[in-house]
T-cell receptor, first 113, second 110 residues
Framework: AQSVTQPDIHITVSEGASLELRCNYSYGATPYLFWYVQSPGQGLQLLLKYFSGDTLVQGIKGFEAEFKRSQSSFNLRKPSVHWSDAAEYFC???????????FGAGTTVTVRA | DAGITQSPRHKVTETGTPVTLRCHQTENHRYMYWYRQDPGHGLRLIHYSYGVKDTDKGEVSDGYSVSRSKTEDFLLTLESATSSQTSVYFCAIGTEETQYFGPGTRLLVL
């Protein structure tokens, strides 16, 4: 079964600074990888996803993520954060033919002025 | 946004009381899911459905049952609520390639 680890529980970043959130997965083959964002009191919104092909994927809100098979990682990045990026971010892993997702514990991002 | 609604949005109940949460979709998706969200655990799958009357257990199914009598509705029942079931419950629809989430139901069991 697949699993996900998000090593950072909480990250604080200044507005305008870059952001990188880490995600490590466990799965025997090439997984399906996702990043979701959850604003306070809201549901989850899909930021981006990776299935195959180009290992650098672009998402909404200016986010991108890079799949690195050798490191079993799928880190999320944004070059310049905005105050509205303060939220909780979840990495998730799935598998071809398996409709169930496994989520990481989440990383809370605080943006300071 | 995917057409997913959850009801109720908030509920307070007492230990030992049965509780039913409803998920309704307007997207005609075959697959529907129930997750619970708890601090430090992210989202964990409770049950999922792959068609009318077709359901299966997820990672944390103990104490929960589900039913799906129509494509658009997926019900989650806590037969006898316990304080450990205090959580935020999310319904989702979709495939292995994309899942869309509802707004959530916040449940407090006293």
């Amino acid at each position: 079964a697949q699993s996900v680890t998000q090593p950072d529980i909480h990250i604080t970043v200044s507005e305008g600074a870059s952001l990188e959130l880490r995600c490590n997965y466990s799965y025997g083959a090439t997984p399906y990888l996702f990043w979701y964002v959850q604003s306070p009191g809201q549901g989850l919104q899909l930021l981006l996803k990776y299935f195959s092909g180009d290992t650098l994927v672009q998402g909404i809100k200016g986010f991108e993520a890079e799949f690195k098979r050798s490191q079993s990682s799928f880190n999320l990045r944004k070059p310049s954060v905005h105050w509205s990026d303060a939220a909780e971010y979840f990495c998730a892993v799935g598998a071809p033919g398996d409709y169930k997702l496994s989520f990481g514990a989440g990383t809370t991002v605080t943006v300071r002025a | 946004d995917a057409g997913i609604t959850q009801s109720p949005r908030h509920k307070v109940t007492e230990t030992g009381t049965p509780v039913t949460l409803r998920c309704h979709q307007t997207e005609n998706h075959r697959y529907m899911y129930w997750y619970r969200q708890d601090p430090g655990h992210g989202l964990r799958l409770i049950h999922y459905s792959y068609g009318v009357k077709d359901t299966d257990k997820g990672e944390v199914s103990d104490g929960y049952s589900v039913s799906r009598s129509k494509t658009e509705d997926f019900l989650l029942t806590l037969e006898s609520a316990t304080s450990s079931q205090t959580s935020v419950y999310f319904c989702a629809i979709g495939t292995e390639e994309t899942q869309y989430f509802g707004p959530g139901t916040r449940l407090l069991v006293l």
